[in-house]
């Protein structure tokens, strides 16, 4: 049962003493076992949660902006539709991992998914951010409820490529937060090991909920996976999945709005409001927040619709006029969603012959609409530049 509320309505978190043995022998040496304090979330399963007005308005009207998105959305096309779905997620992956300091463009994500064995590190992080927000979107269309289990399987994709952590596994060691090499100094120290699993079931448990706004919803959860801070390493990118997958189940949403962009044009509120929630159990700064992110992200999903729209046009405009479904007709359709090619990823995507995946490609080379990126006559690989300047500006 959830302890009483606090000065802010929310009940508060409670504060454990925790003995921490550095693992390196030159820093046991410096600073033997210290005791800590670590912040323990409060259970809000079933907690019956005392919005504030202005907070139930800002939530209300987030809410209301998913709602109109989601009926405009119905009016746009097929090809549109997949191309921005696809677009939008490489943003969210995209300033998702630049919140944790990995920033790539969009041009390197996409080569690097086009030749996973030419990628370096950093692109090999960002790429699984990607394969994590696909696989929170497919939960999200998942009838079962969520679970742990889900949480642990997102976290091993995202970690499938990096060395030194095992993903999809809980963490068994104290971890704190902050830049500080003890968590004597550390800004925040979540729970012990011992309270993980618990916590993690109360967070599912209330995420499955269906009784409450969605927004406040997917703040709330959010900030409390935060809180927790489960695995050893990339729980943020963890937590931003965790958003994906309740808009999804609860809205419906094809195009899940990129909220992520917005929490990266300020950082230090993101962090600030998050920490107010964690350690002042005031979580209304933070659900304020993550509405004015939700709002402003969907309007980012219908200018992005647009721009893939303008896009098209001007693509169909500089190509010239072509019998319908022609091989340049059809590739214009399929360029917003893929935007590296060669002639066997055409001729897979289209079903055609090679030969004709080239003229396709040659033709739309001549009009400026396709660089080619490799070098000599074999093995050609075109980029669609003009894509990738568009995600780098969400």
Same mark, same amino acid.
Request: aromatic content about 4%.
């Given at each position: ?298 309007? &980012? $999903? *219908? /200018?992005?619709?647009? +721009? ?10 500089? =190509? !010239? @006029? ?33 030969? &004709? $995946? *080239? /003229?396709?490609?040659? +033709? ?10 490799? =070098? !000599? @006559? ?17």
């Amino acid at each position: 049962m959830a302890a009483d509320p606090g000065a802010h309505g929310w009940p508060p978190a409670r504060q454990v003493e925790v003995r921490w043995t550095p693992d390196d022998e030159r820093a046991w040496r410096r600073l033997g076992t210290l005791t800590i304090s670590a912040t323990v979330p409060p259970e809000i399963a079933g907690l019956d949660v005392p919005v504030p007005s202005a907070v139930a308005t800002m939530t209300a009207a987030a809410d209301s902006e998913m709602a109109a998105l989601d009926g405009w959305l119905s009016s746009s096309s097929g090809p549109t539709l997949d191309a921005v779905a696809a677009h939008l997620l490489r943003a969210e992956s995209l300033s998702s991992s630049r919140i944790e300091g990995l920033d790539l463009s969009a041009r390197r994500l996409a080569e690097a998914e086009f030749t996973p064995s030419a990628a370096k590190r950093l692109a090999i992080e960002v790429t699984a951010n990607v394969r994590a927000m696909q696989a929170a979107t497919a939960l999200g269309i998942e009838r079962h409820p969520l679970t742990v289990a889900d949480l642990c399987d997102l976290h091993a994709i995202l970690m499938r490529d990096v060395p030194g952590v095992e993903g999809g596994r809980l963490r068994t060691v104290q971890n704190w937060i902050g830049r500080s090499n003890s968590p004597a100094d550390a800004e925040y120290v979540p729970p012990p090991p011992a309270e993980i699993g618990r916590l993690l079931d109360d967070v599912v448990t209330f995420a499955n909920r269906t009784d409450l706004s969605v927004s406040l919803q997917a703040a709330i959860a959010h900030a409390q996976f935060e809180g927790i801070h489960p695995f050893v390493d990339g729980n943020g990118r963890v937590g931003r999945c965790l958003i994906g997958v309740i808009v999804r189940k609860r809205t419906g949403l094809s195009i899940v709005p990129p909220v992520s962009a917005e929490f990266r044009r300020d950082t230090t509120g993101y962090f600030a409001a998050l920490r107010a929630h964690q350690q002042d159990s005031n979580p209304w700064p933070w659900v304020t927040r993550f509405s004015d992110a939700t709002i402003a992200a969907c309007a &980012t $999903a *219908r /200018r992005s619709v647009d +721009a893939v729209d303008g896009l098209l046009a001007s693509w169909r405009t500089r =190509a !010239g @006029r072509h019998r319908k479904g022609s091989i340049v007709e059809r590739l214009i359709d399929v360029l917003p969603s893929n935007t590296m090619l060669d002639s066997t990823s055409v001729a897979t995507i289209l079903d055609v012959d090679t030969d &004709t $995946a *080239r /003229r396709g490609l040659a +033709a739309l080379e001549a009009t400026g609409i396709l660089r080619q990126v490799s =070098a !000599g @006559r074999r093995n050609r690989v075109w980029r669609v530049d003009e894509m990738h300047d568009l995600l780098d500006s969400i």
